[in-house]
C-alpha cells in the first residue's frame, strides 16, 4: 500500500523503516513536470522517498481560491509513484490539524517582503504546515523547488530553528519549451495569455545576457526587465527586485544576488526568479 491518508497509518510506516532515509516532497497536489523532476531528485537523496498532497486552507488569503484549487488525487498519486516515490501521503484535514491544534507559528524576517506583502498570512501558513509535515513525515532530507524562492529561504529559517537535523534541498525551476516555469497556476492561463506570458522568460533572459555581459547594476537590470516587461500591455508587475540570495535584502549590485519577480496576467498571477552569479 503506497497511499497512505491518515496519521496513524502513516506513524506505523515510518516506525517500520525507521533505519532508511527518507527525502520529503511536501506539494498541494496538481502535480506537474515541476514536481515530477523533484521526485525523481529526491530519488537519489535518500532510501525512501515521500510525496505529500495536501492542499493547505492555511495559506490561501482568498477562500475561494482554496475552494477553486484543483484536485485530483489519483492522477497525483499515479505521477509520484512512476517519478519515484515509495510513498504517498495524503492526509485529511483533521489529521494534519485536530481540532486541539495550537501551534500556529509566526515565520522569519525574510518572510516580510515580496510574497510576503502581497499575500498577508501566506508564509505564516506555509510555515505551519511544513513545520507540522515535517513533524509527521521525519524526513532527513525536504525538497522544494526554487521557482519559489522566498518560501525555500523562510522554510529554510523555521527548519534551522524547529527541525535543525532536516537538510532543505532546492532544485532548479524547471521550464517549458518556450522558458516560461512551470506552475500549477499556468492552467489558468488562457490561449492568449499563456502567449503573452511569454515576456516573463523573455525578459529574464535579456537580464541574464546583459549580466553575463559585465552590467552588474542593479538599476539599469531592473529598468531593462521593466521595460521589457511593460511592452506586454496586459502585464501587471507586482514587484521586480535584485536582492543578496540569503537575506533577501535590495543590491545595488548584482552579485550573488537574486532577481525576484511577481506579475498578474489576466488575473493569474505569476512568478519567477534569476539568479545573477
Ligand atoms: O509550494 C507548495 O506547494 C506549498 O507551499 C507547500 C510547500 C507544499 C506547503 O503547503
Not at 109 to 117: M, P, Q, R, T, V
Not at 141 to 155: L, M, R
Not at 179 to 203: C, E, F, K, V, Y
Amino acid at each position: 500500500m503506497t497511499l497512505i491518508h491518515s496519521t496513524s497509518e502513516f506513524d506505523a510506516w515510518r516506525k517500520n523503516v525507521a533505519n532508511q532515509t527518507v527525502a520529503f516532497v511536501p506539494t498541494m497536489g496538481a502535480l506537474h513536470r515541476g514536481h515530477h523532476s523533484l521526485i525523481a531528485q529526491a530519488a537519489k537523496e535518500c532510501d525512501l522517498v515521500v510525496v505529500s498532497i495536501f492542499v493547505n486552507a492555511l495559506q490561501f488569503g482568498d477562500a475561494n481560491d482554496y475552494i477553486k484549487y484543483p484536485r485530483d488525487e489519483q492522477s497525483d498519486y499515479q505521477a509520484s509513484v512512476s517519478t519515484g516515490a515509495n510513498i504517498v501521503f495524503a492526509p485529511q484535514q483533521q489529521d494534519v490539524f485536530p481540532a486541539d491544534f495550537d501551534c500556529y507559528l509566526t515565520p522569519s524576517s525574510l518572510a516580510n517582503d515580496f510574497e510576503g506583502k502581497h499575500r498577508p498570512g501566506h508564509f505564516a501558513g506555509v510555515v505551519t504546515v511544513v513545520h507540522r509535515l515535517f513533524e509527521i513525515v521525519q524526513p532527513d532530507v525536504a525538497i522544494f523547488g526554487t521557482k519559489d524562492y522566498q518560501q525555500v529561504a523562510v522554510i529554510r529559517d523555521m527548519c534551522g530553528e524547529l527541525h535543525p537535523t532536516i537538510r532543505i534541498v532546492s532544485f532548479e525551476t524547471v521550464r517549458d519549451s518556450d522558458g516560461l516555469a512551470l506552475s500549477s497556476r499556468n492552467a489558468r492561463l488562457n490561449t492568449a495569455s499563456r502567449l503573452q506570458a511569454q515576456i516573463i522568460p523573455r525578459a529574464l533572459q535579456a537580464i541574464a545576457n546583459l549580466h553575463a555581459q559585465g552590467q552588474n547594476h542593479s538599476h539599469v537590470l531592473i529598468n531593462e526587465a521593466l521595460k521589457i516587461l511593460g511592452s506586454e500591455p496586459s502585464m501587471h508587475v507586482e514587484y521586480l527586485e535584485i536582492v543578496q540570495k540569503d537575506t533577501l535584502e535590495p543590491v545595488d549590485e548584482a552579485r550573488n544576488a537574486v532577481l525576484l519577480f511577481a506579475g498578474v496576467l489576466d488575473g493569474v498571477r505569476l512568478i519567477d526568479n534569476l539568479f545573477l552569479q
